[in-house]
Every structure is written in structure tokens, then in C-alpha cells.
């Protein structure tokens, strides 16, 4: 059952890749995570949110202010779900610095995300993970844009009770590496590439001698786009995404000894074929894709040998936004897929079988709207009851916007 929720959220992170637009450099700054959710959770329009994934962006969204409000965490209650803030500066012609604040609720899955496989929670008396600074620096080198991204987060706690020599300390960290480019092949085609490292890790450390704990995951994310302009309607996107997941963990093996023990590893390829057809306010976005992800566990104290495998196809990601006046902008996008789940599990020597169909991530239409007044967007996800309800509206409790993002371009 861990694998299986374990497979689809990691299959729904990692179809939110980075991506390429049509007519990059007439990008607006403007955007978030609640523009592409509203599209139907498009991988293949280009948005800020995507500075995440590739720092190399910091060189388009230059003097850009933006991050999410999040969703709702309760009636008037601080702190909603999802919430973060970056900012980037151009500091000459070349180079722009930046930096990205997110918490442990990250909803994409570059190095802001914390604790990806939940390697901190297996490790007793650990804080988890929170608070996760990046730092980011995009260099021009004349067709091509380079972006590196740094970030690192950690928590310790320390007991040393009065009277006691017995001093219980535990700890977790991550450290995350990103280096991106964007590159121009030719006059109607670019390189979108990425890739980034994940180093999560917790230590606990008993009075006992012998019996400190460690755990460890090594996570890697290769994500690719080929951007090319058709027409000047037409652009055509292929991508494709990778990721890779494995780590380790000290179990007791005595009363007064560990052994380290290998975790289930995960494997997850996608890849896409979309387009983009924009005729004036309006922009068409779009495509299939295929998913396949796959967790393996050896035999060992920590369980008996056993996969499960996620195949996707088709995935669909449709969205059109269209730009209804200076200051308003309507969206609407539709999710759907069909796949197929298989388990294996070995157990004394003999292997036990099952199957299902699967629908993940769970389908249906999205609503979105954008607000503009002048340098500042605020983009936010519409509750669909809303839609439904009409004049039940009026004096109702419901929550109108589901997610909130909001940016500012610095004159």
C-alpha cells in the first residue's frame, strides 16, 4: 500500500517539469503555480513556477518578484498550504541573482522541495525538515543561458537531562545542487535542460553505545525540453523527464548493533508531446504523454522482495487561457488519464501476483483566473462549486479560490 501512494505522488510531481513557451523572449513576467494548475496542471506552457525546476529562467524573469498564497489551511487561519517566495535581480547585462524561501508543503519537485521520500520521518526523534533556502545565479554566454541553484535546510534537537551523562542528540539536513541551460540550436529552436541532486539525510544518536541510526537518500531529477517554433501560431514541445530515487537506513541488528539496510528505489520516466497555438489573447496548450514509474524492494529485514510499477497512457494535460481584457484573464483546463498498476512480491521462494487499472492523477476539469494591475498579477484557481452553486453564493461558506499565486516585475 506505501508503494502504491508512494508511486503516485511521485508520478504527480514529476508531471510538473519544467517547460519551453512559445516566443520566449516576449515572455510576460507573470505567472505561478495556480496558472498551471488552472490549465489542467500543464507541463507544456512556459511560467516562473518553472525557475524551480530551471534556475537557468532567472535570466527571463529578472527584476521578478513572485511566489503562492497557497490554498486554504482554514477559515481566516494563517499559513496556507503550498506557500512560497523568490525574488531575481539582474545585476548587468550577464549575470542575475536570485534567491527562493520554501517550506516543507513545496508543491514542485526541484531542490526547493525538502524530504521527497520521507527519509527524515524513518529516523527516530528527528525534526523534519522546513524552511528551505535556495540561492540561485543565471550567467549569459551569448546563445546560451547557464543557471546554477543551491539550497540547504536543516533541524537538530539535543537532550541532556540534569544529573545525566546520557545525552540523546538527532539531526537532519538536505542539500540540493541544480544546473540548468537554455540555449538557442537555432533561429526557430531552443534547448530547455536540467538537472538536479537531492541529499536528504537524519542521524540519531542514543546514550547507547553502538546503536546511532542514519538514513540517506540520493535523489536525481533529469528534465529536458525541445522547443520549436512551428509558425508564428505553432509551437511544438517535446519533453521528457526522469527521476531517480534510492537511500539507506541503519536498523537494529542486536541489542547492541546496526546494520545498514537499502531502501525501495524508485524510477520514474516521462514523456510528453505537446503544443502551443497562440492567435492573439488566446493560447491553446496541450498534449499526451507517457508516465511510467517503477519501486523495488530487495529482500531484507526491512521487507520481502517486491516491485510495483505504475504504466501511464494516455496522460492528458490540456489548457487555453485567454486574455479577456488589460486586467483579466480567463483559464480552463482538463486532466485525463488511463493506465495500469502491477505488483510483484516474493515470499519464501514464491512470487505472488496482482493487476488494476488506474486513473492517476485523478481526472477532471480545472477553472483558473488572472488578475492585472499593471506591474502586479494575481492568478488563482476557481472552486468549481462555486460555478455550480449560482445564487447559493450569496451568504454561502465556501472558499471562492482554491490556490493563489501572485507576482510583481520591478520597473
Do not use: C
Request: glycine residues 12%; hydrophobic residues 40%.
Amino acid at each position: 500500500m506505501f508503494k502504491r501512494y508512494l508511486l503516485i505522488s511521485v508520478l504527480t510531481l514529476s508531471l510538473i517539469p519544467m517547460s519551453f513557451a512559445q516566443k520566449t523572449d516576449k515572455m510576460e513576467k507573470t505567472g505561478g503555480y495556480a496558472r498551471i494548475l488552472g490549465m489542467g496542471n500543464n507541463p507544456y506552457i512556459v511560467d516562473p513556477f518553472y525557475v524551480t525546476v530551471n534556475p537557468a529562467w532567472g535570466a527571463y524573469y529578472d527584476h521578478f518578484v513572485f511566489g503562492d498564497l497557497g490554498s486554504t489551511a482554514g477559515a481566516f487561519a494563517a499559513g496556507g498550504v503550498g506557500q512560497f517566495a523568490s525574488f531575481n535581480f539582474r545585476v548587468n547585462s550577464d549575470l542575475t541573482l536570485g534567491a527562493l524561501l520554501s517550506r516543507n508543503d513545496f508543491n514542485g519537485f526541484g531542490i526547493a522541495r525538502l524530504d521527497p521520500f520521507g527519509i527524515v520521518a524513518q529516523v527516530p526523534q528527528t525534526i523534519a525538515l522546513n524552511n528551505n533556502l535556495e540561492l540561485l545565479a543565471t550567467l549569459n554566454l551569448g546563445n546560451t543561458v547557464v543557471g546554477l541553484g543551491v539550497a540547504y535546510a536543516s533541524t537538530s534537537r539535543e537532550q541532556d537531562p540534569a544529573g545525566s551523562t546520557d545525552k540523546t542528540t538527532a539531526s537532519a539536513s538536505q542539500i540540493g545542487i541544480n544546473l540548468g541551460l537554455i540555449s538557442k540550436l537555432a533561429s526557430n529552436m531552443k534547448l530547455d535542460l536540467a538537472a538536479s541532486l537531492m541529499l536528504p539525510g537524519a542521524s540519531f544518536e542514543p546514550p547507547s553505545p553502538g546503536l546511532t541510526i542514519e538514513g540517506s537518500n540520493t535523489v536525481i531529477n533529469v528534465a529536458g525540453r525541445l522547443f520549436w517554433d512551428y509558425s508564428s501560431k505553432l509551437a511544438i514541445v517535446p519533453t521528457v523527464n526522469f527521476i531517480l530515487g534510492s537511500g539507506s537506513i541503519d536498523v537494529p541488528s542486536t541489542a547492541t548493533s546496526t546494520k545498514t539496510e537499502d531502501l525501495p528505489s524508485t524510477m520514474v520516466l516521462v514523456a510528453g508531446l505537446g503544443i502551443n497555438y497562440k492567435v492573439g489573447d488566446f493560447l491553446l496548450a496541450g498534449g499526451p504523454a507517457f508516465a511510467m514509474t517503477k519501486v523495488s524492494q530487495d529482500s531484507n529485514s526491512l521487507g520481502n522482495e517486491s516491485s510495483t510499477s505504475n504504466t501511464i497512457f494516455p496522460l492528458w494535460n490540456l489548457g487555453i487561457e485567454w486574455k479577456m481584457n488589460d486586467w483579466f484573464v480567463a483559464r480552463l483546463g482538463y486532466i485525463a488519464s488511463t493506465g495500469s498498476q502491477s505488483s510483484e512480491t516474493t515470499v519464501g521462494g514464491e512470487t505472488g501476483e496482482s493487476s488494476q487499472t488506474i486513473f492517476v492523477p485523478a481526472p477532471g476539469a480545472t477553472v483558473g483566473i488572472g488578475f492585472r494591475l499593471g506591474s502586479f498579477s494575481l492568478d488563482a484557481t476557481v472552486n468549481e462549486d462555486v460555478l455550480r452553486q449560482g445564487l447559493a453564493n450569496i451568504g454561502g461558506n465556501g472558499p471562492t479560490l482554491a490556490y493563489l499565486s501572485a507576482s510583481y516585475a520591478l520597473p
